[in-house]
């Protein structure tokens, strides 16, 4: 006779596989319930808002640039889960990826020990960042930024961060910090002291630079918010203002490194621009696994983790865990493999001709900017009094309400996805997967040129006016 319990039967073992919990036969009794668990139990704005505006679709399968709805309609994603879904949904190479890493059962987040994984990772990384030394691996993009904030404070032994107005660094307490759009900032003082810049102003950073306290600037290369890029030259010169100073650059990559505006990291598009400390996250992990790095130079790591009593002075509970780091290495061999980043360029460069091309044609069209597949669609003021009169109707009644018109017809009657590129902004923001095609862009412009039209013939308005009472109406 024996005691105790056998593989089989025991917590986790082969006896228990799959017993008790059927996913798949969940979301197939339970997922026509998705609006409602969200407004019972979750952020209850969010339904609100999407069957205000009549997003409140029933999404069903993705694959790539598309996904389907429950009607089995496709739909272009021109979103890519804010950035997320860098090499679309779903790639075979990466579901696979995880799949071996699942099935080879790793001793992993043993915190005693070193697994292979998060080095080759970090490997990878660093051989497309020249310049950088080391990696800490963390969860989320505003973990990589609070990583950059924590070392470049104790490395210079200084506590200011120096960002720019509009800039956006993420929403826990450290990011918020140095995020420029006041409306996040709102009633969660008081924050670290941290000061705004206007963008492109080297005597404002310079003045604040003599003061001596100053830890380092904080910068998105290109500004989520509004696709703003920083000026031509601007980022050199700021970096040699910085180490004349003594301080740190920190390049804010979440939104536009890896590949999303045609060079690997957007900072590299400007010669002679080496940051001390990158931020990295969104599509590291193909959409699959929450992952985020932060890239620094070597002296910066050894000053952090200066002796063995500081071994843990920084790190995360799942950082470098098996699924992330193995999603990692996937999207970067697709990405060497696929060469995603010179066809990112080449289809942001076609795209964004396509769009610039239509700006003589429609007069509320007033700028196409960005890089690669980063690109903003800004609407401005008319000239002929007709359409200056709309123009002005909306401006008064909420800013940003035209370019929010644009995106409700594009998905209602085009199936495209898309959204504003912040509050308050006449702007659209395309950050489609990488994997888009020619034939994906010609798509989106066809859509966006009917749409345009029907802004400039008087339709949009009342089309925009009569859908949102609707759904006022059907959800009231």
Request: charged content about 25%; glycine content about 10%; hydrophobic content about 40%.
């Amino acid at each position: 006779m024996t005691t105790g319990t056998t593989d089989a039967a025991a917590p986790g073992g082969e006896g228990t596989q799959g017993r008790g919990f059927d996913l798949n036969g969940l979301l197939a009794a339970r997922g026509g319930e998705r609006y409602e668990l969200h407004t019972k139990h979750l952020n209850h704005q969010l339904p609100r808002m999407l069957h205000t505006i009549g997003f409140d679709k029933y999404y069903e399968r993705g694959e790539g640039a598309h996904f389907w709805d429950d009607q089995g309609q496709d739909y272009l994603d021109m979103l890519a889960g804010f950035g997320v879904m860098g090499l679309g949904r779903h790639h075979p190479v990466v579901r696979q990826a995880l799949h071996d890493v699942l099935d080879a059962q790793l001793a992993d987040l043993t915190r005693f020990d070193c697994q292979p994984l998060p080095g080759l990772l970090a490997e990878k990384l660093l051989s497309h960042s020249p310049h950088l030394d080391r990696v800490f691996f963390g969860n989320s993009g505003t973990e990589a930024v609070e990583t950059a904030l924590k070392f470049a404070r104790f490395a210079t032994g200084r506590h200011r961060i120096l960002y720019y107005d509009h800039a956006f660094h993420g929403l826990t307490t450290g990011s918020l910090s140095v995020n420029g759009e006041k409306g996040f900032r709102d009633g969660f003082a008081p924050l670290l002291p941290d000061t705004a810049l206007p963008v492109g102003d080297l005597a404002a950073l310079e003045r604040e630079l003599r003061r001596g306290d100053v830890a380092g600037l904080i910068v998105e290369p290109i500004q989520g918010k509004g696709v703003t890029e920083t000026p031509p030259g601007y980022l050199k010169a700021a970096q040699d203002l910085l180490r004349k100073h003594k301080a740190l650059l920190i390049a804010d990559e979440v939104q536009t490194g890896l590949g999303r505006t045609g060079d690997f990291y957007a900072y590299q598009h400007e010669e002679g621009v080496e940051p001390d400390l990158v931020c990295v996250a969104k599509s590291l992990s193909g959409g699959y696994v929450p992952v985020s790095a932060t890239l620094g130079k070597e002296w910066i790591f050894k000053k952090v983790y200066s002796s063995m009593d500081r071994v843990l002075v920084h790190s995360a509970s799942f950082g470098a865990n098996a699924q992330a780091m193995a999603a990692g290495l996937a999207v970067l061999h697709v990405m060497e493999d696929e060469n995603i980043v010179a066809h990112a360029r080449r289809t942001g460069d076609y795209l964004k001709q396509r769009l610039t091309d239509l700006i003589p044609k429609y007069e509320m069209l007033a700028d196409i900017r960005g890089r690669g597949l980063m690109i903003g669609i800004e609407f401005g003021r008319p000239d002929s009094l007709k359409l200056r009169s709309r123009w002005a109707m909306l401006q008064a009644a909420r800013k940003g309400l035209f370019a929010q018109m644009v995106v409700v017809p594009l998905l209602q009657k085009h199936r495209i996805l898309t959204q504003v590129s912040g509050d308050h902004l006449e702007v659209i923001k395309l950050i489609p997967p990488l994997v888009i095609d020619e034939k994906d862009a010609d798509r989106f412009v066809d859509a966006f040129t009917a749409v345009m039209d029907d802004a400039h013939n008087g339709g949009l308005m009342g089309d925009f006016a009569k859908n949102i009472v609707k759904q006022a109406v059907a959800h009231r």
